[in-house]
């Protein structure tokens, strides 16, 4: 039936690197901010003594957390996430250490969207997002011109294959 299926080579946007480094920076500092908050009430009331070393070693955790996730992990990810659109499959594909590549069959896509925060839309970009009948799926960060030709193509995929299974059915 299937038994070449190429691998996926289309990248996500390499702007999805500053999109990724802004929000994990936004998630890391709140975390900070509340660390050090509890580092003053700690001084002020005179918590246990116990209660300091863990706020110090959950903030220099979270340090260790905000360099890998703000300076090595977007790189990563965008560097490995691949995806494929065609008539048959949409394919997923991301991760060197634990990879991951999802097969989609378009005879299950159910619902095809874009959508975008606040971040994306000052880089112009799209996540594309897909359920399936017992999943959901998303391509993250794609060029507005592409997320929507892509989402427009995967409904008509998706539609056309709904079409030949009622004509099988007939």
């Known amino acids: 039936m299937y038994l070449n ?10 702007k999805a690197i500053r999109v990724w480094r802004i929000t ?6 709140t975390v900070i901010l509340i660390l050090a908050v509890c580092v003053y009430f700690d001084s002020l009331y ?3 003594e116990w209660a300091g070393y863990l706020i110090y070693g959950l903030m220099a955790l979270m340090a260790i957390s ?9 790189v990563y990810l965008q560097r490995t996430w691949r995806y494929e659109i065609d008539e048959e499959f949409i394919q997923l594909k991301h991760g060197r250490i634990t990879q991951k590549h999802i097969l989609i069959p378009m005879t299950k896509v159910e619902v095809v969207s874009t959508s ?3 971040f994306l839309r000052k880089y112009g970009l799209y996540d594309v997002n897909i359920g399936a009948v ?3 799926h998303t391509i993250p960060s794609i060029e507005k011109e592409e997320a929507l030709k892509l989402r427009n193509q995967i ?3 998706a539609k056309v294959g709904e079409q030949d299974e009622l004509e099988d059915e007939r």
């Open 5 to 14: 299926i190429e691998e996926p080579t289309r990248e996500i946007s390499a």
């Open 24 to 29: 994990n920076t936004i998630g890391h500092s």
């Open 46 to 48: 005179q918590w246990p």
């Open 66 to 74: 905000a360099v890998f996730s703000i300076a090595v992990e977007p």
């Open 116 to 118: 975008q925060g606040p």
């Open 134 to 136: 017992n999943s959901s």
């Open 155 to 157: 409904a008509i995929y």
